[in-house]
């Protein structure tokens, strides 16, 4: 029987260098070619993760994982493989660039209306109640 890093069979705890907490967050795994491929991660610690992710799945020995609704994307190195789950050594954190922001004002606006020959009859009332003019005008002619 292959030991397994996760489980023994005693009831003695596993020594570790450091805490796992368990978790079920959806991530996705970015290779170098591009391609994103969906994954879990299972539990993480400081320094690694072990990951659900399909065998049939290629991995490369290092890797970027991004977990979903966090601002933070992790470049981690391939540790072990097993069936359906693998662990990863975290080398480096980075955080996610925010979506780019819309600036104040970007909202594309009409242009102005063209200028009316000072010679040319006044525009028809516009609807708007009977006797009100409208408060647009036109150029004065002082």
């Known amino acids: 029987m292959q030991a397994d890093q996760d489980t023994h069979e005693s009831s003695e705890p596993i ?7 368990s978790t079920n967050w959806i991530a996705t795994i970015r290779i170098p070619n591009g391609e994103d491929i969906p994954c879990t991660v299972k539990d993480v610690s400081k ?4 990951i659900g992710v399909p065998a049939y799945h290629v991995l490369p020995d290092t890797f970027l994982l991004r977990i979903i609704g966090r601002d933070f994307v992790c470049m981690v190195k391939l540790a072990w493989r097993r069936g359906d789950y693998v662990g990863v050594r975290i080398e480096r954190v980075g955080k996610v660039p925010p979506p780019p922001a819309k600036a ?3 909202v ?3 242009p102005p209306p063209a200028p009316r020959p000072v010679d040319a009859a006044p525009p028809p009332a516009e609807p708007g109640g009977i006797g009100i003019r ?3 005008r ?3 002619t002082l």
């Open 15 to 21: 020594l570790r260098r450091e805490e796992r907490n």
């Open 104 to 106: 104040v004002g970007s």
């Open 47 to 50: 320094s690694g993760a072990k």
């Open 108 to 110: 594309k606006q009409a």
């Open 134 to 136: 409208s408060r647009r």
């Open 138 to 140: 036109g150029l004065s």
